[in-house]
């Protein structure tokens, strides 16, 4: 990924997700053009993406919201789940399984199995506990929350790739789990608007993004 004086971002995603981002009749595209201020570019062939600040936008937040939308979509993520990345205080980390494991192809494959769990288990487990969605995809793991919710999710991850067993990341989520409540309960009492919202979106049951996650 490369940026030109923050006025352009150059990014490559997997080929076999440039349709995604681009999604049916160009619409999920135009939607991250519209939501964000940009212009984007897909190459199908090489998956190269060039995302272009909109004319007359000077806040260069827009291109990198756009950077951080066409990476969930590269990294697995279905649109519905890469668009909680509009929603202020969401954010994507994307850990790169490689790092701690090196090139071994059969290494990685197990620890992402371990991630996953058997049908997905694990993977829910860790979601539903912090709130996040989360995308196994080649060889990273993405993870999109609040800064927060992301870190425990992260620290999950961790401990899965260093040999924890299960039952010890179970433990320490929902330990985890309490501690974000009690951080969300402060700031509401800060911020009363947001326990508001939070009480509207529990009785209305919550945005439903699906599973939106492509295995590799």
């Known amino acids: ?88 205080g969401q954010l994507i980390e994307v850990i790169d399984l490689k790092q701690a494991l090196g090139d071994s192809r059969n290494a990685i494959q197990r620890i992402k199995g371990r991630i996953i769990g058997e049908n997905g288990k694990t993977r829910r487990i860790i979601e539903n506990l912090t709130g996040t969605v989360i995308s196994v995809y080649g060889h990273t793991v993405s993870i999109i929350g609040e800064y927060d919710e992301v870190n425990v999710a992260k620290q999950a991850v961790a401990m899965l790739v260093k040999g924890a067993m299960h039952g ?3 433990r320490y989520l929902n330990k985890e789990r309490l501690e974000l409540k009690k951080r969300k309960m402060s700031l509401w009492e800060y911020r009363p608007e947001l326990k508001e919202h939070a009480v509207k979106d529990y009785v209305s049951g919550g945005e439903d993004y699906g599973d939106g996650r492509e295995e590799e």
């Open 168 to 170: 010890s990341v179970y």
């Open 1 to 88: 990924m490369a940026e030109d004086g923050m006025s352009r971002i150059f990014i490559k995603i997997p080929v076999e997700r440039a349709g995604v981002l681009i999604g049916e009749g160009g619409g999920t595209k135009a939607e991250i053009e519209k939501g964000t201020g940009t212009q984007i570019t897909v190459d199908g062939r090489s998956g190269e993406v060039t995302i272009v600040k909109g004319i007359g936008s000077p806040d260069p937040s827009g291109l990198l919201k756009a950077r951080d939308l066409v990476n969930a979509i590269g990294r697995g993520f279905s649109h519905q789940c890469a668009f909680r990345l509009f929603t202020d």
